[in-house]
């Protein structure tokens, strides 16, 4: 599979891998356990999240 990273519909072709799946995974179960605890995630995790979240939908697109 292959998706665009940059979202638009520009910037290179990037495959969606094992690891950016395990990397995603990851990272919403950590996004989950802050909810839970009434806590506010970084910015950076936050935005990895989306970032991550965007390719996987992409890439399940076809």
């Known amino acids: 599979m292959t998706i665009n990273s940059g979202g638009g519909g520009t910037g290179p072709v990037v495959p969606w891998t094992r690891t950016d799946e395990l990397n995603w995974a990851a ?21 990895e ?12 697109r076809g």
Do not use: N, T
């Open 27 to 47: 990272d919403r179960a950590v996004l989950r356990d802050l909810k839970k605890r009434g806590e506010e995630p970084s910015e950076w995790l936050a935005g």
């Open 49 to 60: 999240y989306r970032e991550l979240s965007a390719r996987r939908k992409a890439a399940a």
